[in-house]
């Protein structure tokens, strides 16, 4: 699900909404994120995960299919498509280093029941 975020990686942070004026103060560690319909959430995400793209990975846990390609194609050519929306909720957690995308659809095969189309434009996942 798509979201626009702020996370505090050290100090404070002020945080309004446009709509309301409501203000959040964000403190070391703290994540505000607000998704589509308005729906806000607060947490304390670990740091070193959600920072490991400084390092060139991408850590997933437990995450969601659409959102995992989602977040790999931030960082690809050619682009990752889901073929049917049946592939969305799969569950997977792992590491994406960077440009290694033929690794990571390799591993996706593997570990899930899909299969990889490839095509000029990117990568098509199929269920098998």
């Known amino acids: 699900m798509a979201s626009t975020g702020v996370t505090t990686v050290s100090g404070r942070v002020m945080v309004q909404a446009p709509q309301t004026g409501r203000v959040t103060w964000l403190g070391q560690g703290e994540r505000l994120r607000v998704f589509a319909g308005g729906r806000v959430e607060h947490d304390r995400p670990d740091l070193d995960d959600l920072l490991a793209w400084r390092r060139g990975n991408l850590v997933f846990r437990n995450g969601r299919l659409a959102d995992i390609v989602a977040e790999v194609n931030r960082y690809t050519t050619r682009k990752i498509v889901l073929s049917t929306p049946r592939l969305a909720g799969m569950r997977l957690s792992g590491i994406y280093n960077f440009g290694k995308e033929q690794d ?10 899909l299969g990889v189309i490839a095509d000029p434009s990117g990568y098509r996942l199929v269920p098998v």
């Open 104 to 113: 990571f659809l390799e591993i996706l095969s593997r570990l899930l029941p």
